[in-house]
């Protein structure tokens, strides 16, 4: 079973970093695409940043130039490292994958979530 596993979140002042993970574990041919998304208080899922296998990335207009994201293929993690911390950036972030289970056979996973607080 594949599963996506983050760590990182928490509570910084605002200006501050953070370095979020997202390790995937269980038995895959490979991680197609990957990407953090993050969602405030009663507020819709936005995309943060993606990441092509090739190393193509895509960012939210609201981080671009803040937000860095990147992968480490060997160790099936993919990473989000945020800088210039804004209280704005406070939610909930969650990782997502698109994994070949199979040659031919990809599945959407999604991580549980780390909570990110930025203090004014």
């Known amino acids: 079973q594949v599963q996506l596993v983050e760590s990182g979140g928490g509570l910084v002042q605002a200006g501050g970093s953070l370095r979020l993970s997202c390790a995937a574990s269980?038995?895959?041919?490979?991680?197609?695409?990957m990407g953090w998304y993050r969602q405030a208080p009663g507020k819709q899922r936005e995309l943060v940043a993606t990441?092509?296998?090739?190393?193509?990335?895509n960012y939210a207009d609201s981080v671009k130039g803040r937000f860095t994201i990147s992968r480490d293929n060997a160790k099936n993690t993919g990473y989000l490292q945020m800088n210039s911390l804004k209280p704005e950036d406070t939610a909930v972030y969650y990782c997502?994958?698109?994994?070949?289970?199979?040659?031919?056979?990809?599945?959407?996973?999604w991580g549980q979530g780390t909570q990110v607080t930025v203090s004014s």
């Open positions: 997502n994958a698109g994994i070949f289970v199979l040659l031919t056979k990809r599945n959407d996973y």
């Open positions: 269980g038995s895959f041919f490979r991680i197609n695409d």
């Open positions: 990441i092509t296998s090739g190393g193509s990335t």
